[in-house]
């Protein structure tokens, strides 16, 4: 990591970033299993290198497993209850809650050397969850799941940002983290290059042409509009009633669509810009 400036707070953060990027060693230098070279690092306000109270206030899933593999399910979770400071009883009775959350429920009681993929990454995440934690750190926890397993996880994911938890979940996969949330920080090379709302990214890009499509009855008197205002690259027709302009101006592009609709000289039912999404957005950011 090389000059990382960044600030996360409640709700659902997602850190993206190709395979080798830097986010796997963002989330050790938060859990103190890194000593920053340089610089601070706080979370809720205590140095993860030197406080033991970070362990408290947080929950990780790491990439990568590390199980007692002879161990049920449930007693991994009880044994990592027991770690965080809780008697039998209440450990036990943590550990069931955690499990059932993260819909494990049926396979508890079966050694952990019999899971799959997904079962194991569910149960990585109740261990997380077990002390109640009120922040979560989460690297690439959809990895292994099928597509239920996705869904599940998003919604839980979701459930754990509503209740005021902060999560920072890693992940190669850009549209499911799209999916999740618009707050999110790009990170490539083990520099941020930036962060923020995926909107708000999107305006940093300067002089990247927009791609603006337009649904109308009449797409060629649009796109004789269009085509006569400086800022527009290129417009086509990709098939009948739409338009595709591309433009540095989308602002200038909105204010015509809408002049000439409310003087009648032509109808646009539907407008979309194509690639407002985080694909574009990271293309655009990675360029060398």
Same mark, same amino acid.
């Given at each position: ?13 997602? !850190?993206?970033?190709?395979? =080798? $990027?830097?986010?796997? #060693? /963002? *989330? ?9 070279? +340089? ?116 919604? !839980?994911?979701?459930?754990? =940002? $509503?209740?005021?938890? #902060? /999560? *920072? ?9 799209? +999916? ?109």
């Amino acid at each position: 990591m090389n000059q990382v400036s960044l600030r996360i707070g409640p709700g659902i953060t997602g !850190l993206l970033g190709p395979n =080798g $990027a830097g986010k796997s #060693t /963002l *989330l050790k230098l938060l859990t103190g299993q890194l000593k920053p070279g +340089s610089g601070t690092v706080r979370v809720a306000g205590h140095d993860p290198w030197r406080s033991p109270d970070v362990f408290r206030l947080t929950g990780y899933c790491p990439d990568t497993d590390s199980f007692y593999e002879e161990l049920s399910g449930l007693d991994f979770i009880v044994l990592m209850s027991r770690l965080a400071g809780m008697g039998p009883a209440e450990g036990r009775r943590r550990a069931q809650e955690a499990i059932e959350r993260v819909g494990m429920a049926p396979h508890m009681n079966r050694r952990i050397r019999g899971y799959s993929k997904g079962m194991r990454q569910r149960i990585k995440l109740a261990a997380a969850l077990v002390h109640d934690p009120t922040v979560l750190l989460l690297d690439e926890p959809l990895n292994g799941l099928d597509v239920i397993g996705r869904r599940d996880f998003l919604r !839980l994911f979701r459930a754990l =940002g $509503a209740e005021g938890r #902060t /999560l *920072l979940v890693s992940s190669h996969i850009l549209h499911e983290i799209e +999916s999740l949330t618009q707050d999110i920080a790009l990170i490539h090379h083990g520099r941020v290059l930036a962060d923020g709302a995926i909107g708000e990214i999107r305006l940093l890009i300067e002089n990247q042409p927009l791609t603006l499509q337009m649904t109308t009855p009449k797409p060629r008197e649009v796109g004789r509009e269009l085509a006569a205002m400086e800022h527009i690259y290129s417009v086509t027709y990709p098939e009948p009633g739409l338009v595709v302009a591309r433009t540095v101006r989308p602002d200038a592009v909105y204010e015509a669509l809408q002049a000439g609709a409310m003087e009648g000289r032509f109808e646009v039912n539907g407008l979309l810009a194509l690639d407002d999404n985080l694909d574009a957005v990271f293309s655009y950011l990675v360029k060398e």
